[in-house]
Structures are given as structure tokens and as C-alpha cells.
DNA sequence: TTGTACGCGTTATCAC
DNA sequence: GTGATAACGCGTACAA
């Protein structure tokens, strides 16, 4: 009986490799398993699969044969079957509002930098802005078993439950850029006050009083500190604030039409803001293009700054004086937290909240020709 | 016996039960499956599974008892399980040489509106125009099971075998921007040789006849049909072609060095080109800012022209004359196709190779001053 | 209408 | 030193 079953093993094995065949044809990949070195061989799988993780209990001569057999059908291990097992996919979720934003993409140039050296591959998935897509993008890595997330939420976000759902379900999570307090975990973000403290203080040096500003939605918390970098500024300076010189994008201007707007209110103001100080790297862009198409000379008539993590504000005309980020690194070290939070046997209560410096780089565009020009800091 | 099983299923469900609970005080992520439903409500799995998919065979009230309990538990059927069974992953992996690219960035946009809204995951990578790199970043994704390859390949890759190796084992691909005529399957490009033809015939109708080119290595598709197109407009104008005007980036200009290097050896041509055409993104951005930063007047001194896809481009000073490709749309095709080669049942043999139009965006770089201007279609 | 058994690819455990 | 078996989560053919 068990002669028997011994032959009927290759009339099996060859009936599966006539399927394969079929499949091939009909241009179906598939992969070479376990199985198929095994009945190439005449071994089991189990022997195989210990062979190739080289065990101590299989014989050289049989790890030999196994080898050169996988080499030649040129096995690759199946990582779906492993997620299945291990309850781990080796992947990384990231959510993003836009890639095709300079702060963002070099963020994520970080990320996959350390994901790479650590085995781990990074899925990237875009929130638009929008907070139901980002709620979508969140079940999808969720349900699809990334390992760990890293977020900058959108600009829409207020409410972080959806968030808090799978941190408090044990999902490992690290928030980089637009925080949120309430949950705990590693952050990763950016001295937003001093940036804005000092990019305003930069304005004021140089004779300037009346400074408006194109923000994100005030929920944010990159919204929020540098709002109050940018007050606490005014208030050493002995200038009042205004409401009115503030201006708010909802979509943190991931469409131009939203800052085109926001810009000509400003202009239309009477008296008119001597500067605009862009809260963000899409505002300051925006900002900076919609005075272009106007024609307003900058910055003469009016004066220009913002975060920017562009690598083409230096040759703009004029150049922009911008406050970058150390996008690569923060997307660095928020990984590396990450990545010790998924493989850390026990849970982890201390967070390190990382806050880094921004650079402000003096450009043309806020220095009025005939205003004092005294640079603060950096 | 078997009512000696019954009692003993309950045990081990409290067992199961209480091993996900320390789980997840140990910050273990655990998802509820179809078996916890199935305990909760005394029910077998696939009744539960019937009930979760509608199936016909089920009663309503059932299915209403598990529909709510799924619910309250905040079941997600679990991708992994799914991709292992149906072998599949419903998710597609996209290999480009740099996602900070406006160009590329751009076409990921277009590859995931398209993948969104069919229910596919993108899981991008990036080669920074190493070959070595690409093949990894394959390997990564093929061996992942994506169901279906969209790639454009690093600056080095000059061997495609790789990429067959994959496509010959069935493997759907799409080939675009940086193509490869071997491989039989769907390819989406830009006209290239048009592109080129058209600008240099705006800087020779501007009276220009020594134009210099920045290109990318010789053996991509692209430079091939770039170079193809300048010569034409040369050769259509009288003008000599000279190799010594042709400066080879091997790293496609990825590090500012490369491209540094090649504009100051055009600079010290004698007598030197009255023009630089920059084949590519990073190409053209870089000499430009080369140009910027040794205070080389543009056009005056030299005119500037190439492809990008940047948005700043015309807020450079001077506005930058740019060819502009497609790039969304060119990442939306390229999905579209993809899809339907992983969808169809039945090989398909004929396969599109889609041409796009490129737009040639005049601006100040490519005038000179005194010459005479005269705009070659768009 | 519901339950049982199997298979997807892999590895750990136990048996020989 | 090697093989058989169970398990991961799910869907489904088959059995009841």
C-alpha cells in the first residue's frame, strides 16, 4: 500500500506540472513553491524547506542537492504564505498627504532609506487632503497587515479617532510632520515654533510690521505652533495682532485656487501687508506664483517667506527666502522608531517626541531694498 | 466521544480568546477573524463566511447575527489569507528611478487615481537610477506577489533581462518613459524624437546653431529618440552635428555633481554653445541651476531648454522653457493597461504601444535677446 | 440551511 | 537525517 502510494506521488507531481504549464500559457504567474523542489527531488517539503534555512539536522549532500535545485528553478520563498504565518508582513505603511510635494517626497526618501536596509517595504498611499480618504488608506494598510504606520495626517483631519482606533488595537504607529498630542506614541516634527518665530522676527528686522499670513486649517498642529511662533514674534515687537492679516486653505493648497484667493483678499486689504509669510510649502509656492501672475513685484511691494523644501526656490526671481526642513531625516528617524517599536518584544511607554531644527535660509524675496536687513539666526 | 469534542471546542475558544487578550496587552496587533465570529456565535467558519458574503444559502437571520457581530467586532477580512488563496494581491508595484521628480511624482499621481478607484494597492519603489537597485526592487515585488509591474528603468539599466525573465514567467508588465522595444507588452511614451525635433528648431529659429545637449546614458530608449530628434533639426537646418556638444550623464543628473561637471566642460568649449538642452528633469533643472550659480547670463550668454515636468519652471528667472510630457495621463494608461493584462482571462498578443504628445512651453531661457523668435508649433 | 474537509505556501513539532 | 502533520485565515465543493 505504501508502494503504491509512492507511485502514485509522480502521477500527481506530473498532473500539477501540466497545470503549471496550462497556467504558464494562459499567462498566469506562477511562482515556484517548496513543493515543487520537493517532488523534483523526491524529498518532503519539510525536509526541503529545513535544508534551505540550512538546518543542522539535514545532511551537507541533501542541502547541496536542495540548493542547486532551488537555484535552478529559481525558487523565491512566497512572503504572502510567510505573512500568514508569522502574522507579520515586513511592510510599512505610510500615509502622506501629496508625494509630489518636495517636503513629502524627500520624507519619504528617508523612510524607504531605512525600511530598505531593514528588510522592510514601504507601502506609500496619498490622503489628498482629504480626511475620508485618509480614514480609506488607514483600513486599507490596517486590514492589509503593515506591520506599522508612519502619518502626516491631512489637512481636513481634526478628529484622530480613527487613528487612536488601531494604536489602542496595538498597531504600531509613528506621526511625523501634523501631530497629534492625545496619542501616544513616537512623533516626529520640527521646532514649528521657533521657525515661524524667527522667519517673522527675519520680517520685522527688516522694517516690516503689517505681516500676513496663508495657513493650513487652525486644527493642525504644525497650524497651531507656528501661528504662535509667529503672535509671540508680533508681541515682542510690540505689534498688534491681526485676524484679518490671516488667511486660511483649507485644502492646504493642494489646488492654486484656494491661495490664489486667499493672496488677492490680502492685496485688496487697505492698507495693504508689506509681507506674506506661507505656513507651508504648498502655500509659499502658491503665494509666491499667484503674486508672479499678478505682477506685484516682490520684494519691493510686497516681501515673501515660507516653509519650503524645494529644491528651485534658490533660483526663483526673486530667490525665496524659505524655512526648510530636515525632511530626509525626519523620515529617517521616524522609521527607525518605528521599527523598534514593531520589534520590540513588550510594549513600549516611554514615546520620544523628536523635535528638530528648521533652517531659515535669507533669500531676495524678504528683504526690502530699502529696509534694514538684520538676519536672526541661522 | 463527539459531545466530548463539543465540550472541549468552548475551552479551547476561551484558550484562543485569552492568548489574543495578553496579545494585545503586549502591543501585538491581532486581527479578529472569521474563526472568532464563529465561536462567538457558535457557528461553523463557513457558515460565517457564507453569511459575511450574502451568500443564497443562508437565512436571513443568520446572516443578520452574523452580519452584527462582525460588525461589533470590527471584522476585516484579512488580504494576506486572500492573496495566498486566490494568488493574488490585487496590488500592483511600480519601479521608477525617483519619486522627488516632478515628473515622475506626477505619473505615480496618475497610477494611483487609476488603481484607487479599481481596487488595487500601489506599492512603489524607487531604483535611484541604480541597476542594481532595480533588479532588487523586482525581485522585491515580483516575489511579493504584486499581480502586475509598472517600470520605467534606471539610467543604468542597458540589459532588460531581468525585467523578461519576469514577463516570460507571465508576470503582467508595463513598460513607460523609459521603454524597451524587446519585450513584448503594452508600452506608453512620449514622442520623443518630436519633442526634441521641436525644441531644437526653436533654438535654431531663434539663430542658434551651436546647441550643446545634456542627455542621459546613450542606451536608453529615451536618449536614443531625444538625440534622434535634435539631429534631425540639425541636419533639416544645414548644421553640422558634433559629438563634442553631447555630454553623457550616467546617473541621469540624480546628484547635481554629474551635471555640474558636463555643463562646465560645454562652458569651456571654444567657441562655446550659444545653447543648452537639458533630455531630461533633472537634466535641465541642474545645468539651469549650474548656469545660476557661475552667474553665466541666461539666454543672453546661453539659452536654456529641456524637458521638465517641474511647476516652478515658469517662476524661474528667467522663465524656463520647458517640454512638458504627459505625465499624469501617462501614468493613468499605463494602469489602465496593466490591469486589463491582469484582468483578461486569455493571454493577449497584441499589445499598444501608446505614443503621447509632448507641449513645448516657450518662455525667456530659450530667446535670445536679439535673435529673431519664431515659436515651432506647440 | 449548515457543517466538514481541503488547499493556498510555509514552518514548527513531533514521529520514525 | 528525514517525513508526516498541523496551523496561519479564508473560500468552497461536498456532505448531511
Redesign the interface.
Known amino acids: 500500500m505504501t508502494q503504491r502510494c509512492l507511485i502514485v506521488v509522480p502521477t500527481l507531481s506530473t498532473k500539477q506540472i501540466a497545470k503549471k504549464q496550462v497556467?504558464?500559457?494562459?499567462?498566469?504567474?506562477?511562482?515556484v513553491t517548496i513543493k515543487d523542489i520537493a517532488k523534483e527531488l523526491g524529498l518532503s517539503t519539510s525536509t526541503v524547506s529545513r535544508a534551505l534555512r540550512d538546518s543542522y539536522e539535514i545532511s551537507a549532500e541533501t542541502k547541496k542537492l536542495v540548493l542547486e535545485c532551488a537555484e535552478r528553478l529559481?525558487y523565491?520563498?512566497?512572503?504572502?504564505?510567510l505573512?500568514?504565518k508569522e502574522?507579520r508582513?515586513r511592510s510599512i505603511g505610510v500615509i502622506v498627504c501629496e508625494?509630489?510635494n518636495?517636503f513629502f517626497?524627500?520624507a519619504?526618501?528617508g523612510i524607504?532609506s531605512v525600511a530598505y536596509t531593514q528588510g522592510y517595504?514601504?507601502?506609500?498611499?496619498?490622503s489628498h487632503e482629504s480626511f475620508d480618504r485618509e480614514v480609506t488608506d488607514l483600513?486599507?494598510l490596517?486590514?492589509?497587515?503593515v506591520d506599522g504606520l508612519i502619518i502626516s495626517v491631512s489637512s481636513e483631519t481634526q478628529d484622530f479617532e480613527h487613528i487612536k482606533k488601531?494604536h489602542n488595537?496595538?498597531?504600531?504607529i509613528v506621526l511625523f510632520d501634523r501631530i497629534n498630542e492625545d496619542i501616544a506614541t513616537h512623533k516626529v516634527t520640527v521646532n514649528n515654533f521657533k521657525a515661524a518665530f524667527e522667519a517673522t522676527m527675519h520680517l520685522i528686522n527688516g522694517g516690516m510690521r503689517r505681516i500676513a499670513c496663508i495657513v493650513n486649517p487652525s486644527h493642525l498642529s504644525i497650524t497651531k505652533e507656528r501661528i504662535a511662533g509667529y503672535k509671540q514674534a508680533l508681541a515682542d515687537s510690540g505689534i498688534d495682532y491681526s485676524d484679518s492679516l490671516i488667511k486660511y486653505c483649507t485644502k492646504g493648497g493642494i489646488n492654486g485656487a484656494e491661495v490664489e484667493v486667499a493672496v488677492n483678499e490680502l492685496l485688496d486689504l487697505n492698507p495693504r501687508p508689506e509681507a506674506i509669510f506661507g505656513l507651508s510649502d504648498k502655500l509659499t509656492?502658491g503665494a509666491?506664483?499667484t503674486l508672479?501672475s499678478r505682477k506685484i513685484k516682490v520684494p519691493d511691494e510686497i516681501a515673501v517667506i515660507g516653509f519650503s523644501n524645494?529644491?528651485?526656490?534658490e533660483?526663483?526671481?526673486?530667490s525665496l527666502t524659505v524655512i526648510r526642513q530636515p525632511a530626509f531625516q525626519m523620515g529617517e528617524i521616524a522609521t527607525q522608531r518605528l521599527i523598534s517599536l514593531i520589534e520590540?518584544?513588550?510594549?513600549?511607554h516611554d514615546f520620544i517626541k523628536e523635535v528638530l531644527d528648521t533652517e531659515l535660509i535669507v533669500r531676495q524675496s524678504s528683504v526690502k531694498p530699502l529696509g534694514r536687513v538684520k538676519s536672526s539666526g541661522v
Open positions: 497556467d504558464r500559457n494562459l499567462m498566469k504567474f506562477e511562482a529559481q523565491r520563498p512566497n512572503p504572502i504564505a505573512s500568514l502574522k508582513s508625494i509630489a518636495s517626497s524627500q519619504i526618501n524607504e517595504n514601504v507601502i506609500i498611499t496619498q483600513d486599507f490596517a486590514s492589509r497587515s488601531f488595537r496595538g498597531l504600531p509656492v509666491f506664483k508672479q524645494s529644491e528651485l526656490t533660483l526663483l526671481s526673486p520590540s518584544k513588550r510594549p513600549s
